[in-house]
T-cell receptor, first 115, second 115 residues
Framework: GAVVSQHPSWVICKSGTSVKIECRSL??????MFWYRQFPKQSLMLMATSNEGSKATYEQGVEKDKFLINHASLTLSTLTVTSAHPEDSSFYIC???????????FGPGTRLTVT | AQSVSQHNHHVILSEAASLELGCNYSYGGTVNLFWYVQYPGQHLQLLLKYFSGDPLVKGIKGFEAEFIKSKFSFNLRKPSVQWSDTAEYFCAVKSFSGGYNKLIFGAGTRLAVHP
C-alpha cells in the first residue's frame, strides 16, 4: 500500500516551453502533497506544500509563478514548470501524506532536462 | 534556522564492516525522525522512523537508529554492511513546533561498500 506515482519519469523540453508533471497517490487519499527538487549529488529541497482544494504554500526563494502547483483532487497534484530554462533541469520528486498522518510517501521522481 | 546535519558526506567501507552515520537536528519540541535510502537510479525508500516510545528503532535490512533527545541526534547503524547497501542515505526531521510540519532533509551521505 501507500504507492505514489509520477508521470512522466523523464522529459526533455526546449527552453521557453512549459512542462507538466503529475503526481498520483494510487491507493490512498492524499490531503497534503509536497514537491521537492533534487540537484545531482545533493539533498531534496522542499519547493512547496499543497493541500487539496487550497493554494500551495511555497518555500522562500521558489517562484510561484514559475512553478505552478495544482492539487485538484485527493489523488492528484500537478507541477507545471512554465517557460522552462536550462537551470530548471533537475530531478523533481513529489510525496503525499494522508490527513492526520505523519509519514510521507515518495514518488519515483521525474527527471527534467531543458535544452 | 531549523536544520538537519549529516556529518559524513561520503563513507567508504569494506563488506562486513560496521556502519554508523551521524544525524543531528536543531528543532525544539516534538519531532518525528526518519532515515531514507536512495539506491542508484531508484526513488527514496523509508528505512526506519521514530515517532515516540523506545528510542532504539529497528528498520528494514538490518538497520537501526537511536534517538538521543539530549543530543538532538538520530544516528543510523548497521553491524555488518553488504555490497548491496551501497546507496545514498538521508536523515529527515519533521517538527511540530509552532505549526511547522515540514519534512526537512539532511544533505545526505553517500555510502560505498567494497566487496
Amino acid at each position: 500500500g501507500a504507492v505514489v506515482s509520477q508521470h512522466p519519469s523523464w522529459v526533455i523540453c526546449k527552453s521557453g516551453t512549459s512542462v507538466k508533471i503529475e503526481c498520483r497517490s494510487l491507493d490512498f487519499q492524499a490531503t497534503t502533497m509536497f514537491w521537492y527538487r533534487q540537484f545531482p549529488k545533493q539533498s531534496l529541497m522542499l519547493m512547496a506544500t499543497s493541500n487539496e482544494g487550497s493554494k500551495a504554500t511555497y518555500e522562500q526563494g521558489v517562484e510561484k509563478d514559475k512553478f505552478l502547483i495544482n492539487h485538484a483532487s485527493l489523488t492528484l497534484s500537478t507541477l507545471t514548470v512554465t517557460s522552462a530554462h536550462p537551470e530548471d533541469s533537475s530531478f523533481y520528486i513529489c510525496s503525499a501524506m494522508t490527513g492526520g498522518g505523519y509519514e510521507q510517501y515518495f514518488g519515483p521522481g521525474t527527471r527534467l532536462t531543458v535544452t | 534556522a531549523q536544520s538537519v546535519s549529516q556529518h559524513n558526506h561520503h563513507v567508504i567501507l569494506s563488506e562486513a564492516a560496521s556502519l554508523e552515520l551521524g544525524c543531528n537536528y536543531s528543532y525544539g519540541g516534538t519531532v518525528n525522525l526518519f532515515w531514507y535510502v536512495q539506491y542508484p537510479g531508484q526513488h527514496l525508500q523509508l528505512l526506519l522512523k521514530y515517532f515516540s516510545g523506545d528510542p532504539l528503532v529497528k528498520g528494514i535490512k538490518g538497520f537501526e537508529a537511536e534517538f538521543i533527545k539530549s543530543k538532538f541526534s538520530f544516528n543510523l547503524r548497521k553491524p555488518s554492511v553488504q555490497w548491496s547497501d551501497t546507496a545514498e542515505y538521508f536523515c529527515a526531521v519533521k517538527s511540530f513546533s509552532g505549526g511547522y510540519n515540514k519534512l526537512i532533509f539532511g544533505a545526505g551521505t553517500r555510502l560505498a561498500v567494497h566487496p
